[in-house]
C-alpha cells in the first residue's frame, strides 16, 4: 500500500507534464475567412484559448509589462506626440450617421475584448447583428415580475472601453484576438457601415500604443466598422446637447496636459452653444471600488484623476460667465470596463444637488476576458462631489451586478483544487523544485540552506507585483503581514520535505522503487550524489505543495481581507456570464439596455466541422436565433437577456 502511494505521486506528475505539453503540441490552426461579402479578399487568422495567466508565459508577460509600464512608458508618454496628428471635429459621430432616424441615436459598448476566441466571438455576434429580440426582466427589481420582449438595433457607433486584446497590444494578438473574430461574424458589406472608436487600457499600453495607433487611428475599416479617431482620446457630439467623452488616463492613472486642454478647450465650445450640456464620460477603471473619503487629500487614490478631471472641466466652463456666458455641464454617467463584470452603483435620488452630480457609476468589462467576481462589491460606496475640493459626502447605492453575488462566491472556491486547475503552474514548480532539489543534493551546507529560499522568494516577489500599491495604511501592513506568512509557510514546507522527510523514515518514498528504469544510473549520470535516495520524492511533493499553498492564499486573503480579486478571478477562467451595453440618446432621456450572455458559444469547435467562409454565409443570411440553436444547441431566449434598463432623464 505505502509502495502504491508512491507510484501514485509519480502517476499525477506524469499527468501534469503531459497535460502541459499537450497544450503546446495540439495549437489552434490558421483559418481562412473573407474580409468582404463578396469573398474577394481573403484573411487569415489563428484562433485564440484564453490567456493563462498562472503560467511561465502568463506571469513573465506580467512581470515585463508592469515593469515596463512603471518604468520607461511613465517617461515615454506618446500621448504628448498626438496633438502633432489631425485634429477631430467632434461632429464624426452624428454626420456619419447614415442609418439612424433624426430623433434618436444609438451606440453599443463593450470591454475587455480580445481574450479567447469563443468569448469574444459570441459577443461580437451579437453586437453585430442588424437587429435581435432579447427577452428582458429586471433582475434586480423584485416588483417587476412580468417579462416582455424588446427589439434592439445594432448601434451607429461601437465604442470599445480598453484593453482590445490580451495580454499585450501586438500586431499579432489584435490580427487573432480582436480582429479576426470581428471580420468572421461582421464581413465589410461595402457600405457606410457603423463606426468604432475605443480608448486603451494597460493591456493596449504595455507596447507604448504602438499598435493601438496603427489599429484604431488611421482612418480605415475594421470589418463592416469604419474608424475616424485620431487620438487615443476623443469628445463627440451625440445629440445636441448630449456628448461622449473617452479619457486615454490608463497610465498610472495620470492625464497629459495637451489631452486635458484637449477637453477643456472642447467643452468651452460646446458651452457657448448650449445652456446645458450632457456627458457620458469614459474612463480607464473603475476607481470608486476601493476609494476611501476619509483619506482624500492624504494620500494619491486613482480617484483623484477622475476628479481632477472634471473639476478642471467645470472649471473651464465656470471662467466662461466673465464673457457673459453662462453654461453648465452634467456628467450623468461614468462608463468603465477594466473589471470583467457588470455593476452600476446609483446615486440616492434624495441627496442635495442630485440633478447636478454624477448619477450613475457603471462598470461593464464583459466584452470576453476572463470573469471577475462580483461578491466584493459594497452594498454603498461614499465618494466626494468632484467638482469642488470641499469633502462633501455622497452615497452611491449597488443597484445591479452580474454575475451575482451568490455564484461569484461559490466561484472562488475552486481555488482550493488550484494546482489541478492550473497545471501549467503547478509544472512550472516542478522545474524550480528540480533546481531546489538537485543543488540541494550538490551543494555544501551553506548553499543547501540558501536553496530552500528560492521558491518562497518567488512566491512574495510574485505576490508584491500585483499588490495595490495605493492601498491604505492599513491595507498596506495587512498584505505585507500576509506575506510574510506566505513566506514563512513556503520556507516551512521546504524545510520539511529537504531537511526533515528522510529522517521520518518514509522509506516507500525512496527512489529505489524505481528500479525497473534504472534509477541508479540516471543518477549517476546526472552527477546526483550517493545518498540522495529520495530525491524524485523530494521534487514532486514540494512542487504539489507549494502550488496548494499558493492557491489556498489568495482564497484565504481574498475571503478574509477581499484582496487578490483579479488573483481569485483568473484562478478558474469564467468563460461564460458576458456582457454589453447599448445605448439609446434622445433630446430628453438616455436609455441603456444591459445584456447578459449566460454560455459562449463554442465557435472553436463549430469551426472544425464548417468552414470560417460558410459560416459566413450562414451568418448574414440565416435569422440570428436559429442560427445558435442550430449551430450551438443552445436556447438563445434563456441564453442571451436584458438584465436591467437605466433610464436618465435629461
Not at 108 to 114: K, L, Q, R, S, V
Amino acid at each position: 500500500m505505502e509502495t502504491l502511494f508512491f507510484y501514485l505521486l509519480l502517476l499525477v506528475a506524469v499527468t501534469f507534464l503531459i497535460f502541459y505539453f499537450k497544450d503546446s503540441l495540439y495549437a489552434s490552426k490558421k483559418v481562412k475567412i473573407f474580409k468582404d461579402v463578396d469573398e474577394k479578399y481573403p484573411y487569415y487568422f489563428i484562433p485564440q484559448k484564453p490567456v493563462k495567466w498562472f503560467d511561465f508565459t502568463g506571469l513573465m508577460n506580467s512581470f515585463r509589462m508592469v515593469s515596463l509600464s512603471a518604468d520607461i512608458l511613465s517617461i515615454i508618454d506618446k500621448r504628448e506626440m498626438q496633438t502633432a496628428l489631425g485634429k477631430d471635429t467632434g461632429r464624426e459621430l452624428i454626420e456619419n450617421n447614415c442609418d439612424e432616424p433624426e430623433d434618436e441615436f444609438w451606440f453599443d459598448f463593450i470591454a475587455d475584448t480580445g481574450d479567447g476566441f469563443d468569448a469574444t466571438t459570441s459577443v461580437f455576434y451579437h453586437l453585430t447583428r442588424d437587429s435581435y429580440i432579447y427577452s428582458f426582466k429586471n433582475e434586480f427589481n423584485r416588483d417587476v415580475e412580468d417579462e416582455v420582449e424588446i427589439k434592439l438595433k445594432r448601434g451607429s457607433v461601437l465604442v470599445v472601453g480598453g484593453d482590445l486584446v490580451y495580454p499585450v497590444g501586438s500586431e499579432i494578438n489584435y490580427r487573432d484576438r480582436f480582429k479576426g473574430p470581428l471580420r468572421l461574424v461582421a464581413p465589410d458589406t461595402k457600405e457606410a457601415g457603423p463606426i468604432l472608436i475605443a480608448t486603451p487600457g494597460n493591456h493596449d499600453w504595455y507596447d507604448g500604443l504602438s499598435a493601438f495607433f496603427r489599429l484604431m487611428c488611421q482612418r480605415s475599416k475594421i470589418s463592416d466598422y469604419r474608424t475616424v479617431q485620431n487620438r487615443s482620446y476623443f469628445a463627440y457630439l451625440l445629440r445636441d446637447n448630449v456628448h461622449l467623452m473617452g479619457i486615454d488616463n490608463q497610465l498610472l492613472g495620470d492625464i497629459d496636459i495637451p489631452q486635458m486642454t484637449f477637453f477643456t478647450e472642447y467643452v468651452e465650445r460646446i458651452s457657448k452653444g448650449n445652456d446645458t450640456n450632457h456627458i457620458i464620460l469614459l474612463i480607464a477603471e473603475p476607481y470608486w471600488y476601493n476609494y476611501q473619503i476619509k483619506d482624500r487629500h492624504k494620500r494619491r487614490q486613482r480617484m483623484d484623476s477622475l476628479e481632477y478631471i472634471i473639476r478642471t472641466m467645470k472649471e473651464a466652463v465656470r471662467k466662461l460667465e466673465a464673457s457673459n456666458i453662462k453654461s453648465e455641464i452634467i456628467f450623468d454617467v461614468v462608463l468603465t470596463g477594466d473589471i470583467h463584470h457588470y455593476s452600476h452603483y446609483k446615486l440616492d435620488e434624495n441627496e442635495k444637488g442630485y440633478d447636478k452630480e454624477i448619477k450613475h457609476y457603471i462598470t461593464s468589462g464583459g466584452g470576453g476576458a476572463f470573469g471577475h467576481v462580483t461578491d466584493f462589491l459594497k452594498d454603498t460606496i461614499t465618494l466626494p462631489i468632484l467638482q469642488n475640493t470641499t469633502t462633501t459626502e455622497l452615497t452611491y447605492k449597488l443597484n445591479g451586478r452580474y454575475p451575482s453575488k451568490e455564484k461569484s462566491g461559490k466561484k472562488t472556491f475552486w481555488n482550493l483544487i488550484f494546482f489541478i486547475i492550473n497545471y501549467e503552474f503547478t509544472v512550472l514548480l516542478f522545474f524550480l523544485s528540480l533546481i531546489v532539489t538537485y543543488t540541494h543534493c550538490y551543494s555544501d551546507s551553506i548553499l543547501k540552506g540558501l536553496i530552500l529560499f528560492l521558491i518562497p522568494v518567488i512566491f512574495h516577489f510574485t505576490i508584491t507585483k500585483v499588490t495595490n500599491t495605493e492601498c491604505s495604511g492599513k491595507e498596506e501592513w495587512t498584505s505585507r503581514i500576509l506575506r510574510g506568512f506566505l513566506f514563512i509557510l513556503s520556507f516551512a514546507v521546504q524545510w520539511f520535505v529537504f531537511m526533515k522527510l528522510q529522517t521520518y523514515g518514509f522509506a516507500f518514498l525512496k527512489d529505489s522503487h524505481l528500479s525497473f528504469i534504472h534509477i541508479n544510473e540516471i543518477k549517476s549520470f546526472f552527477k546526483i550524489p550517493v545518498g540522495c535516495d529520495y530525491f524524485v520524492s523530494q521534487l514532486i511533493i514540494s512542487a504539489l505543495l507549494q502550488s496548494i499553498l499558493f492557491g489556498w492564499y489568495i482564497l484565504f486573503g481574498y475571503h478574509f481581507f477581499k484582496l487578490y480579486v483579479t488573483e481569485i478571478s483568473s484562478g478558474k477562467i469564467n468563460t461564460g456570464n458576458k456582457n454589453f451595453l447599448k445605448f439609446k440618446i434622445t433630446d430628453k432621456e438616455i436609455v441603456i439596455y444591459v445584456v447578459a450572455i449566460k454560455k459562449t458559444y463554442q465557435w472553436m469547435n463549430l469551426l472544425k466541422k464548417k468552414q470560417a467562409s460558410h459560416l459566413q454565409k450562414e451568418m448574414l443570411t440565416e435569422d440570428p436565433k436559429k442560427f445558435i440553436k442550430d449551430n450551438f444547441k443552445l436556447d438563445p431566449g434563456k441564453n442571451v437577456k436584458i438584465i436591467d434598463k437605466i433610464t436618465i432623464s435629461l
